[in-house]
């Protein structure tokens, strides 16, 4: 996973993203959503980032790599595509579908994604 993230982030780089702000405008975002039902680097880590607060989201990163994506749970624009190419992914640690997460969401929040055809 940790090679996958370095050859992400050459790829960002050569389409020329800047790393200088936490959730600034980007041209590009490669991110590992999850690998199999790996947890990395281990439960007590990825449910320290998975529950922090916005507020203190914003302020930090974590150091090491977390698998899955500590957000995917939060974000209709990753879940409707990962519906559409990948209908039967269950978390890992929630132990839910994409579906079941989209479904969690707030209608307003699955509104401003459009639908993959």
């Not at 980032?49 to 624009?77: C, G, T, V, Y």
């Not at 990948?86 to 994604?113: I, R, Y």
Request: hydrophobic content about 40%.
């Amino acid at each position: 996973p940790q090679n996958l993230l370095l050859e992400l982030q050459k790829i960002e780089l050569e389409l020329g993203r800047s790393r200088k702000e936490r959730w600034a405008q980007r041209s590009c975002d490669l991110d590992i959503l999850a690998i199999d039902d790996l947890i990395l680097p281990n439960i007590t880590e990825f449910n320290y980032w998975a529950n922090l607060e916005m507020e203190k989201q914003m302020k930090s990163a974590p150091l090491n790599l977390i698998i899955p994506h500590p957000r995917i749970q939060d974000r209709a624009f990753v879940l409707k595509p990962l519906i559409s190419i990948f209908s039967d992914w269950s978390h890992p640690v929630f132990k839910k579908t994409a579906g079941e997460l989209l479904d969690n969401l707030l209608d307003e929040d699955k509104k401003l994604v459009k639908e993959i055809k």
